[in-house]
């Protein structure tokens, strides 16, 4: 049984439930010699259903849901029209299901009926997703591929040319309003787009609402259109569209209109060149032309207003008619019909069979039920599907059964497409891919591009032959349809409020992160030792930040340590070459070459501060600096107490206590207290080392290495030793300031401490506000300004006798002065 329109139109007569049908569609017609040509090749086929013969009946539903509708509860009911059998066939044939019907609106009324019987039909031309519901429609199978696929084949289209911005316009029926709700479910996650609008277009001219939906369509920014309608629709939308003068348009088309001739005119093609539509497979059916050939008059009854259609056909093809028509037939006119016309004589698309799209769909279709009854025939009993290992057979047929098999079918058509059924009676999708192009002479040519299929092993794949497809703009590209353009690395995207998914603006990532990909929808941190480029697109290394002997302030400090090395090995040759002059002699010149060599080496300590951290350098650093200010400060505590005895001695009585301030005991007080301070830097060491430390807190693009003190009490304990120390040579010296001056270095000590203890006072707060390289550089500051101090104020007058006053350089002069003065 087939459900086919070939008449577009219909009238009722006196009694409602007896329509008749007007006007003759013929490629309808050609669907139905489709089927007959299937059924008779199948026939034919000694391999496929050996000893069964397929018949078939053909319902015209004049494109009406009523007719079909009724034709569905015919069959259900048993009450279908008596077929004459061969003399050999006993009993009314089972019917093995049906073909049909061409819209999805009926196929949803006549399967749910022939649902309840579990009768199969295999549709065509039905692609309403929501056919694909198993608990609706347990009978339901087809050729055709769903709208859920061909929106998601519409999806890859957009997502292939980078189209995220796209209207769409549907038609209100099912066909329209589940391929709506599939482009709202699906075009978010598996595309990256969304719809700058949805309008259902009406199904009468109605010229206020189409001239609102164009309207729209002219504002709207997005500049690729889809269209989900029949061809009725569009040619509605487009008499506004050419009033309007809407150009600059990409449209894309359901199969629904791709292929309508009626749309293909010159005076549309400047909107619609170009279009892209999605088409049911084209396929190639050996000998259908020759079988179309057959088809003759005198082979039927001569009746052309019963139910022969080929002599409807006929009629209409030549413009003949076979008889005088009833009362109201005005279509047949003109001469009567011989029935010996020759088919290949005159224009008509009857026979145009390159371009077999639904008829490949039906010719699929019957071979599939043809499969399906053959697999159930070699059925071995007792290892059936069905209860009891029980198998089908044709004098018991029950539809549930032929179910069960057409679920299974697989097989390949000549043309080399595989056919079988999902779990939800869907057939393997495929579909082809046109373009409308409009060529220099004004003709207008539907190419296929490509084609978009889905397979068991690979998913499902877009093939598309860009370079032929027709652009009807003047770049000749494909266009940009987005609502915002694309955020390139180093942005993030931020949705527009109140906007659809694909509308937003693009936000630099802050600093320290990135995003090295287009349309990132978050920035993403860089590792701890890395920070984002100035185009935040990619990490890099922070910069590693430590007072280097390359950059200014290392040089100069460098150099300044340097300097006060050279001119305390200058001062020390100065006393070592004028050791046996008085004024060397008479200032203690064993404790003067300590105190240069300590000096020397408080100089040379500071170039432990400058240059990367390691660890021996954190370790040694300040223990360095600790013990060689210690051993300085130490030769001038004993030096101040040397003034003060040598004072105390020179009054009667007091000549004992030079006794206790020998070279012996002055070397020992030297030695005494520096080794408390080694003791002090080895406990700190042990317990607590300094180590070298990445700070990343000072600056977040920089690493600063810098050495954390370990144990803040061995850094204060070391400090505040050399302290007291200092503190207690100033007081000593205070006190021996107004000596006679011949022992009146006690001054010179007085002040050099006074600048030594000044230093380092202000040195605690700065460096504890120095941050990273600062502090390091604000210590070595305090190291070499407090070594200048005293290495300026103890031996810079000394020198300048010796070498610029060599005639105060006598013992007489000293003892001459001495004397004048007491």
Not at 195 to 217: G, K
Not at 223 to 252: K, S, Y
Not at 628 to 634: A, D, G
């Amino acid at each position: 049984m087939n459900f086919f329109s070939t008449h577009p139109d219909l009238s009722f007569t006196s009694e409602p439930q007896q329509p008749t049908c007007h006007g003759f569609d013929v490629v309808g017609f050609r669907l139905t010699q489709t089927m007959a040509f299937a059924t008779e090749e199948i026939n034919r086929n000694s391999n496929l259903l050996p000893n069964v013969t397929l018949g078939y009946s053909v319902y015209d539903n004049c494109n009406t849901l009523g007719i079909g509708f009724r034709a569905a509860l015919s069959l259900a009911s048993g009450l279908e029209e008596q077929v004459t059998l061969h003399k050999t066939c006993v009993g009314t044939p089972p019917v093995l299901g049906i073909v049909g019907d061409s819209s999805s609106t009926r196929s949803i009324a006549i399967s749910t009926v022939l649902g309840l019987y579990r009768v199969p039909m295999v549709s065509y031309f039905s692609t309403c997703s929501c056919l694909s519901d198993r608990q609706k429609f347990p009978s339901f199978f087809r050729t055709i591929p769903s709208d859920a696929f061909q929106v998601r084949a519409m999806i890859q289209i957009l997502k292939y040319f980078g189209w995220t911005w796209a209207g769409l316009l549907i038609s209100d029926d099912d066909y329209g309003l589940h391929a709506a709700r599939s482009f709202q479910t699906d075009l978010g996650p598996s595309g990256g787009g969304c719809l700058a609008y949805t309008e259902i277009l009406p199904w009468s001219h109605n010229p206020a609402e189409l001239r609102r939906i164009v309207d729209v369509m002219k504002k709207s920014t997005a500049r690729v259109v889809i269209v989900f309608a029949h061809e009725g629709h569009m040619i509605d939308l487009m008499e506004e569209v050419v009033i309007q003068n809407v150009t600059g348009l990409q449209w894309m088309a359901s199969e629904a209109w791709t292929s309508a001739s009626v749309l293909q005119t010159p005076h549309l093609m400047p909107y619609l060149g170009g279009t892209l539509g999605i088409a049911i497979r084209r396929g190639e059916i050996p000998g259908l032309r020759e079988f179309l050939l057959q088809i003759h008059p005198d082979l039927h009854h001569n009746n052309s207003y019963g139910n022969n259609m080929v002599n409807q056909f006929w009629e209409y093809t030549f413009k003949c008619r076979f008889a005088p028509p009833p009362a109201g037939w005005v279509e047949a006119g003109g001469a009567l019909c011989t029935g010996q016309e020759n088919l290949e004589n005159v224009e008509t698309e009857f026979l145009d069979i390159s371009n077999l799209r639904p008829e490949y769909n039906v010719y699929k279709a019957v071979y599939a039920l043809a499969y399906a009854l053959d697999e159930m025939l070699q059925c071995e009993p007792g290892r059936g599907p069905f209860s009891g290992h029980s198998c089908g057979n044709l004098q018991g047929l029950e539809p549930w059964q032929l179910v069960y098999y057409l679920q299974k079918v697989n097989f390949t058509t000549p043309f080399g497409d595989q056919v079988s059924f999902d779990e939800n009676g869907d057939v393997l999708p495929i579909y082809d891919i046109m373009n409308w192009l409009w060529l220099p002479d004004g003709r207008i040519k539907v190419q296929n591009v490509g084609e978009v299929k889905k397979s068991a092993f690979k998913g499902e794949e877009l093939t598309l032959d860009e370079d032929k497809i027709f652009w009807n703009f003047e770049s000749k590209e494909p266009p940009r349809s987005v609502c915002s353009e694309s955020c390139p690395p180093g942005t993030r995207m931020a949705r527009k409020k109140g906007k659809p998914e694909c509308c937003f603006d693009c936000i630099l990532c802050s600093e320290g992160k990135i995003s090295n990909s287009t349309d990132s929808m978050e920035c993403i941190s860089c590792p701890v030792d890395f920070w984002s480029s100035p185009q935040r697109d990619h990490c890099v290394p922070k910069k590693i930040d430590f007072l280097s002997y390359h950059e200014p302030l290392g040089i100069c400090l460098t150099t300044t340590s340097l300097l006060g090395t050279i001119i305390c090995a200058v001062v020390l040759g100065i006393f070592i070459f004028h050791r046996k002059t008085p004024i060397v002699r008479a200032n203690n010149s064993e404790l003067s070459f300590q105190l240069l060599f300590s000096l020397k080496l408080c100089f040379l300590c500071s170039l432990l501060f400058i240059g990367h951290p390691r660890l021996w350098t954190c370790q040694l650093r300040h223990a360095a600096f600790g013990i060689s200010f210690v051993l300085c400060v130490s030769c001038i505590l004993v030096k101040t107490m040397v003034v003060l005895a040598v004072f105390k001695a020179s009054k009667p009585g007091g000549e004992a206590s030079l006794k206790w301030f020998g070279a012996l005991q002055q070397r020992g007080t030297v030695f005494t207290l520096t080794c408390i301070q080694a003791a002090i830097c080895t406990a700190w060491l042990v317990s607590s080392s300094p180590t070298p430390h990445k700070n990343t807190q000072y600056h977040n693009d920089k690493i600063v290495y810098e050495c954390v003190v370990g144990s803040t009490v061995g850094f204060a304990v070391l400090l505040g030793y050399i302290g007291l120390l200092a503190i207690l040579s100033f007081l000593l010296a205070f006190l021996a300031r107004n000596l006679p001056d011949n022992f009146n270095e006690a001054k010179l000590i007085t002040f050099s401490m006074l600048v030594f203890c000044a230093v380092w006072v202000a040195f605690v707060p700065a460096y504890i506000s120095s941050p990273g390289k600062y502090a390091d550089a604000v210590e070595v500051f305090a190291i070499l300004a407090s070594s200048f101090g005293l290495l300026v104020a103890l031996f810079g007058p000394k020198c300048y006798i010796i070498l610029m006053r060599p005639e105060r350089n006598t013992k007489k002069a000293i003892m001459g002065r001495g004397t004048s003065k007491s």
